[in-house]
């Protein structure tokens, strides 16, 4: 056992004891090795079915969205990627920061594609950190799969984009592990004519590919959650990569979810604006 899940544990297990929060969300074990699931642990004695290890990669700030209006305080195990989430979450007010116990664990990558592109290794907000930061180490190739894509011609990438959504089943895994996918009704649940087709068809896959990424757009932390559960293996993170690297071209860098105040960037506007549209 390693001396960070231990004290992982041991955190959680004096949470409970000391009744501070109602429950703990971190990760357990599986039947599987190489697998763990997020799980809820609301006694003392079960804080020993936490694990910290290689295959913890699911996100676990989604699941507050289940319980906004909690008896006591929700405790979570948060990462550089779960913070992130969280300060978009906070600033769309779907969650309220009273209502959580931050238990900041800094991460030095896990089994998943998305962690070498992980510029935030260490929890941006929390109420206790269990061990020291890790260095943060600078991504490279953030946007190296956007530009392989704009390389293409139109037909290309139309074929490209179409050979995508023939695949997709329309699960809607994307989006309901999305942490900033937060509507009470989604649209593609809608009954409404002409709002989304039901069919499985390349068109209507397509549809929903593209409301589903402008809908996230700049809100989007890059936790890859979405290809992640994607059972298709899709490369759908690319679209909203597409957004922000075209706003880091037009505006500077930009990344969503660094603190819990600023605006995102397709929200934000000032009266003053001098340009002729406003």
Not at 6 to 21: D, I, P, S
Not at 35 to 61: K, Q
Not at 106 to 134: H, T
Not at 205 to 212: A, L, P
Request: net charge negative.
């Amino acid at each position: 056992m390693s001396d960070q899940q231990e004290k992982m544990r041991q955190g959680a297990e004096k949470l409970l004891q000391n009744e501070e929060v109602g429950y703990v969300i971190g990760w357990g074990t599986t039947r599987f090795a190489d697998r763990t699931t997020p799980i809820f642990i609301d006694t003392p004695a079960a804080a020993s079915d936490f694990v910290w290890n290689e295959y913890a990669v699911n996100s676990l700030a989604k699941y507050l969205l289940d319980d906004k209006y909690p008896d006591k305080k929700i405790g979570v195990f948060v990462r550089g990627c779960e913070s992130r989430a969280l300060n978009r979450m906070l600033k769309d007010k779907q969650v309220k920061r009273e209502n959580l116990y931050l238990i900041g664990t800094p991460c030095d990558g896990k089994k998943a594609g998305r962690c070498s592109l992980c510029r935030e290794r260490n929890p941006l907000l929390y109420d206790v950190l269990l061990w020291e930061p890790v260095p943060n180490v600078p991504a490279e190739g953030r946007f190296d799969r956007v530009r392989a894509i704009e390389a293409m011609t139109p037909d290309e990438r139309y074929g490209y984009w179409g050979a995508v959504y023939d695949k997709c089943i329309r699960c809607y895994a994307c989006r309901n592990a999305c942490p900033v996918c937060s509507c009470r009704e989604c649209y593609v649940d809608m009954s409404r004519t002409g709002f989304q087709g039901k069919q499985h068809s390349r068109s209507d896959n397509q549809i929903f590919g593209v409301t589903r990424a402008f809908h996230v757009g700049d809100r989007c932390i890059e936790c890859g959650e979405c290809e992640r559960v994607c059972p298709m293996d899709l490369p759908i993170m690319g679209q909203t990569q597409k957004i922000l690297k075209d706003i880091n071209e037009l505006a500077g860098e930009y990344e969503c979810g660094l603190d819990a105040e600023s605006e995102n960037f397709l929200g934000a506007f000032d009266l003053d604006d001098k340009d002729e549209f406003m």
